[in-house]
């Protein structure tokens, strides 16, 4: 089939590797534009734009792909179908049409959960031990298609929105390109979402990225390790904000040797360890990232800052 492949981010790119080795022919993609980037504020291209560059693969980059321009060009290349990975912008019934098998998107959960923007993350913070992926039809709502194909993916118990993210795409693009050569054939049907078990994963904001150290230990765990590495979990400390990597949470039987716990954002610094109380027991912080430096372990941040045993992070 002649495809025109629509993503952005790097989660997309081994869908479009995998497209390349495949026996369909990818005519052109369609991503978001250059956006600015860096202390400079330059402008730089997405990295499926940049994959596409570097191949010699045209690319379109319409503010809204509802642009009549963007619409007579996607029209011109004729394609069969747009696979589509994570592409990051409502598409019209107008592009929708064009392709003679429509736009084909996969998508990072077990549909019809976690619709939306960050299903990833989604299914960390809420504590899920499976998710997956879909391959579906996509309409105008909100990934609300027939489904052609899953997959499940265990969570692990310390996985980071980034390490599912990451085994996701990669088996996912397998998947996509098996849907994608049954369309070709024939052979796959899609299958209506059951309209039981819907749930809605919006975008996480950096204040839905902000530690709430008043919660169990296994909330705050599960927030930290759902915004890494994006948009990445933060706590106030002296005024500034402190961006945090995953900890790990004590158990009631290790908790400072039985001495009482610290009360919620309360640290204690030990020699080789840094601890913050919170609604339960408390967690071993991981890495610190102070504002203008790099990421270090918490015992070298607390060494460096002074922090000491009583302070509290907010």
């Known amino acids: 089939m002649r495809l025109v492949f629509a993503g952005t981010p790097s989660v997309a790119?081994?869908?479009?590797?995998?497209?390349?080795?495949?026996?369909?022919?990818?005519?052109?993609?369609?991503?978001?534009?250059?956006?600015?980037?860096?202390?400079?504020?330059?402008?730089?291209?997405?990295?499926?734009?940049?994959?596409?560059?570097?191949?010699?693969?045209?690319?379109?980059?319409?503010?809204?792909?509802?642009?009549?321009?963007?619409?007579?060009?996607?029209?011109?290349?004729?394609?069969?179908?747009?696979?589509?990975?994570a592409y990051g912008a409502?598409?019209?019934?107008?592009?929708?049409?064009?392709?003679?098998?429509?736009?084909?998107?996969?998508?990072?959960?077990?549909?019809?959960?976690?619709?939306?923007?960050?299903?990833?993350?989604?299914?960390?913070?809420?504590?899920?031990?499976?998710?997956?992926?879909?391959?579906?039809?996509?309409?105008?709502?909100?990934?609300?298609?027939?489904?052609?194909?899953?997959?499940?993916?265990?969570?692990?118990?310390?996985?980071?929105?980034?390490?599912?993210?990451?085994?996701?795409?990669?088996?996912?693009?397998?998947?996509?390109?098996?849907?994608?050569?049954?369309i070709a054939t024939g052979n796959v049907t899609a299958v209506p979402q059951p309209h039981e078990g819907i749930s809605t994963a919006p975008k996480l904001t950096v204040e839905d990225a902000q530690v709430r150290w008043g919660d169990p230990a296994f909330a705050v765990d599960r927030r930290i390790r759902a915004c890494t590495p994006a948009p990445g979990a933060w706590t106030a400390f002296r005024g500034e904000r402190l961006k945090l990597g995953p900890v790990v949470p004590l158990t009631a039987a290790t908790v400072i040797g039985g001495a009482p716990s610290p009360g919620p954002g309360e640290l204690v610094v030990e020699r080789n360890r840094v601890l913050v109380g919170t609604g339960t027991v408390p967690v071993v912080l991981g890495t610190v990232t102070a504002p203008g430096k790099k990421a270090m372990p918490?015992?070298?941040?607390?060494?460096?800052?002074?922090?000491?045993?009583?302070?509290r992070a907010s």
């Open 13 to 85: 790119l081994p869908a479009l590797d995998a497209i390349a080795a495949s026996a369909h022919e990818l005519v052109a993609v369609v991503t978001r534009p250059d956006s600015p980037s860096g202390r400079g504020r330059q402008l730089v291209p997405s990295p499926v734009s940049a994959w596409a560059t570097g191949r010699g693969i045209p690319v379109l980059t319409p503010a809204k792909p509802r642009e009549p321009e963007f619409l007579e060009r996607l029209g011109a290349l004729e394609p069969d179908c747009v696979p589509v990975v």
């Open 90 to 182: 409502l598409v019209p019934r107008t592009a929708l049409d064009i392709p003679r098998y429509g736009w084909i998107n996969l998508h990072f959960s077990l549909l019809p959960a976690w619709r939306g923007a960050a299903p990833v993350q989604h299914a960390v913070l809420h504590g899920d031990d499976m998710t997956g992926a879909s391959v579906f039809l996509l309409e105008e709502g909100l990934d609300t298609g027939p489904v052609f194909g899953t997959l499940t993916e265990p969570v692990g118990p310390r996985d980071t929105s980034g390490d599912l993210l990451d085994r996701l795409a990669g088996s996912g693009a397998e998947l996509l390109v098996r849907v994608l050569d049954g």
């Open 298 to 311: 918490a015992d070298a941040w607390a060494r460096g800052a002074r922090a000491e045993s009583g302070e």
